[in-house]
Structures are given as structure tokens and as C-alpha cells.
């Protein structure tokens, strides 16, 4: 018998029972049916970053994804604007775009009746159009081509859409946590980013939330990670007296340092799910410096104004829902949820146009050695991933733990910095979860107002 029929409200209240002041129910994680009401309201009411418009320069160019498990197609309009289609045929659901990434031309064309569309998603063209008259076909939906995803933002040319018709407006969403965007963005001395270095992909034979959840966990690295940044450590303290010191070692030595420094690095969370690690310090902070680097970002800010960019070294933004940003290093990653115990992780690296190559070097390598299918780091990590997936099927507890630091001043507060290992921001992530997926119910849909 189903968890989460019934009445909405009857819904909405077991949905917020499975959230508590410091505890989230395994269920967020193993349930199946959860998990697609996660898709159906949770991803259809939150900001959700579909793609950067460098991957789309020019009219006609797509790129496709999803948003949830939904198929959706980001595609550059002849006007330069960029619109976000669900990716399905009016005709017989088939996906009209079938490749990651591509250029349309002036239209869509379906590949299995050769109906085409707009890249607007406007219905253009079908065959044997007559045999359609006097069928009320154009009343029908069919008729109204490709739908279009009403609520899209394209802020800094990081592009995000929300599902929902009607919810919460960009700004309100976001606030302040926008500003890791603008800081990433702003280490260009001409303020701009592009995708570069295509992006790696791999299964997680996991939830999406527990990747969500390590991105601001502190007190795993020095544990976790001894194995692999612990052994590179190990081998470069054997070098001869000097030696130059690797780029990968500079990347995986900050992984490896105690507890103390985590804490004092600080964590800062913001309403609706977001926050960040690294108020104060990060593992960022100490690499090494790129011959005139500095110099073209004075020259480009002012000397104040390129400290003051330069000086912010935020370790991990996570936009709820699925989404990790590093600003300093200039990556992305998106975890895209497949099944309750299944997510596909995307990683992307950006170029700072304008800046030195060792930078997007630097930016390569670590996405290669920490976030890549052959990382060394990363599969520390995946393995906890499914060490937790299986030990959550277990009977003996129901609850998962985030009470580190738990205040119980902290509810409602937002903007707020607080020791490195407060899990604060998990506790964060789940009252958006559970704010979210009450926002979803039919009888909330109906009666938002508030459109982006």
C-alpha cells in the first residue's frame, strides 16, 4: 500500500513528519516512491540549473539534460536569447532532440514522423497536414508544438529554470548565495566564463542527497580521504630536499588537514537550502600563485576590488537542490537524481577569459583527480555513498544524525557563519526539502501566485 496517497494535506503532513529539528528519516533515501514525488514536486518548485549559455553560442545551438528525471533541451534563439523546451513530440512523446549537444538549425525536427518546430517550440510543419482538417486539431494539444518552460533566468549566463508555472520568483530563491556566482564569475578579468574541457560523467549507486549532503560535510576528508590524498602526501614527504612542489599535490595535500583547520574555516548558510564551506579559509586558498595573473585582475579591478575577489576562497557553495559550485577552482557539479538509489554525477570545468592557461590547467587537473570516473579521491567517497545506500535498508534505526552544533536558536535564521563542522547547513537542506515538497501539493499549486 502506497506511503504518500491520499488527501494533500494528509500527504504534506507525512512528508514534514519525516523531517525533525536534527534528524531526516531514511525513507528520504531508500524510498522509491519518495523519490518520485521528489520529481514531481520538489524539482518542479525549485530553481534548478539547467546549463551555462557558453555551451550554446550561437542561434540554433541545443544542449540537453534534464531537470529531475524530466528531459528538457536548452536552445539559443535567432534574437540570442535562450529557451528551455521540454524535450518531448506533441505527436507520440518521442524526444526530439537526441544528442547532448548540437545545433538545430532554424527547427526541430522529430526523427520519427518528421513533424518539426520552432526552436521556440512552435509548432512549423507536419506531413500530410490535410488529413488533420475538420479534426479539431487545433484546439488540441498537439497543435501548441513543444511546451516551453515558462520560469527560465539566465543570471551571469548561468541558466536555470523552474518546472512550476507559478512558486517562488529567482531573487527570492537565491538571495545572497548568488554571490558565489558572482565571485567565480568576477576571477575573469573580463568577467566572463565559458565551458571548457567538456565533462566528466559517472554513476553513483546512490542517493542524490548524499552527494548533496558531503559537499559540506568537514569531518569526513582527514578520515575518508587518508587512503588516497593521505598516501600522495606520504610519497612527497619522501622527496629530495628541493624538489618542486607538484600541482596535484598542492590539490590533494589541503584534503588531509585536521579537524581544527575545518572548523576554523568556518560554513555560512542562506534560506532555502543554500550554503557554503570556507568562510574564512579553504582548501583553496594556498595554491600556488600564476605568473600575471594577479597583475591582469588589478588591472581590470583596481587593486582594492581584485584583493577583495581574489581574498573570497569559498571551499563548497551547494545550491539546493543539486547542485555544488567551486568558485576558486572553477567547477561544477551537478547531481542528477536517476533513481532513489541511483544519480549520475556531471562535472564541469570553466575557462576564465582573459586569464592565464596554468589556471584552467589547474582547474583540469583537479577535476581530474578528485571528481573524475578515475579519481583517486572520489571514490572514497562513492564508496561511503554505498556503504550508507545499503546500511540504510537496515531494520535496526529509522533516523540519520545531523545534530553536530545543533542550536535550536538557529531556526529561521539565514546568512549565518558558524563553525566549519556545524552540520547547520544539512539541517538547512532538509527544511527545504520538506518546504518544498509541502509547497507541491495540488492544492498549493493552485493557489501560488507569485511567478518569476
Not at 568556518?266 to 564551506?277: L, S
Request: overall charge negative.
Amino acid at each position: 500500500m502506497s506511503k504518500y496517497q491520499g488527501p494533500p494535506e494528509a500527504v504534506a503532513a507525512k512528508i514534514a513528519n519525516l523531517v525533525r529539528a536534527a534528524e531526516a528519516h531514511k525513507d528520504l533515501y531508500i524510498d522509491q516512491e519518495l523519490f518520485e514525488l521528489e520529481m514531481s514536486q520538489l524539482f518542479a518548485n525549485t530553481w534548478v540549473y539547467v546549463g551555462h549559455a557558453s555551451q550554446v553560442p550561437k542561434g540554433g545551438d541545443f544542449t540537453t539534460t534534464t531537470v529531475g528525471t524530466q528531459p528538457v533541451v536548452m536552445v539559443r534563439q535567432a534574437d540570442g536569447s535562450i529557451k528551455v523546451l521540454h524535450n518531448r513530440c506533441p505527436h507520440k512523446g518521442v524526444k526530439v532532440a537526441g544528442e547532448a549537444c548540437g545545433n538545430t538549425g532554424k527547427f526541430f525536427r522529430c526523427p520519427y514522423h518528421a513533424w518539426t518546430f520552432k526552436t521556440d517550440g512552435k509548432l512549423l510543419a507536419m506531413p500530410l497536414k490535410k488529413g488533420y482538417e475538420n479534426t479539431g486539431f487545433d484546439s488540441c494539444e498537439a497543435s501548441q508544438g513543444m511546451a516551453a518552460v515558462e520560469a527560465v533566468q539566465v543570471y551571469r549566463d548561468f541558466v536555470f529554470c523552474r518546472l512550476s508555472p507559478t512558486g517562488i520568483g529567482f531573487a527570492d530563491y537565491f538571495g545572497e548565495s548568488l554571490s558565489t556566482i558572482d565571485n567565480m564569475v568576477d576571477r575573469s578579468p573580463e568577467g566572463k566564463l565559458e565551458v571548457a574541457g567538456g565533462v566528466l560523467r559517472y554513476m553513483h549507486n546512490c542517493n542524490w542527497k548524499m552527494l548533496v549532503d558531503n559537499q559540506t560535510d568537514t569531518c569526513h576528508p582527514m578520515v575518508a580521504h587518508e587512503s588516497s590524498a593521505g598516501t600522495a602526501v606520504k610519497v612527497w614527504q619522501q622527496a629530495p630536499a628541493g624538489t618542486p612542489k607538484p600541482m596535484a599535490v598542492e590539490l590533494f595535500a589541503p584534503f588531509m588537514n585536521p579537524y581544527e583547520f575545518f572548523e576554523n574555516m568556518g560554513i555560512r548558510v542562506w534560506d532555502n537550502g543554500h550554503g557554503h564551506t570556507g568562510v574564512s579559509d579553504s582548501i583553496h586558498a594556498d595554491y600556488s600563485a600564476v605568473p600575471g595573473y594577479r597583475e591582469q585582475m588589478v588591472a581590470a579591478y583596481g587593486e582594492e576590488r581584485a584583493k577583495a575577489i581574489l581574498g573570497d576562497v569559498r571551499h563548497n557553495t551547494v545550491y539546493f537542490p543539486n547542485i555544488m559550485v567551486k568558485g576558486p577552482i572553477q567547477t561544477l557539479r551537478l547531481f542528477k537524481p536517476i533513481a532513489a538509489n541511483k544519480t549520475l554525477v556531471e562535472s564541469w570545468t570553466f575557462r576564465l577569459v582573459g586569464a592565464p592557461d596554468m589556471l584552467l590547467e589547474r582547474t583540469l587537473m583537479y577535476n581530474r583527480l578528485v571528481n573524475a570516473p578515475t579519481s583517486v579521491v572520489g571514490h572514497d567517497d562513492l564508496e561511503m555513498y554505498e556503504r550508507a545506500q545499503e546500511g540504510l535498508q537496515s531494520m535496526g534505526r529509522d533516523w540519520i544524525n545531523v545534530s553536530r552544533l545543533y542550536d535550536p536558536a538557529e531556526h529561521g535564521q539565514v546568512n549565518v557563519a558558524t563553525n566549519g563542522t556545524n552540520e547547520l547547513q544539512m539541517r538547512n537542506q532538509y527544511r527545504a526539502w520538506a518546504k518544498f515538497m509541502a509547497a507541491a501539493t495540488p492544492t498549493d499549486l493552485q493557489t501560488q501566485e507569485n511567478p518569476a
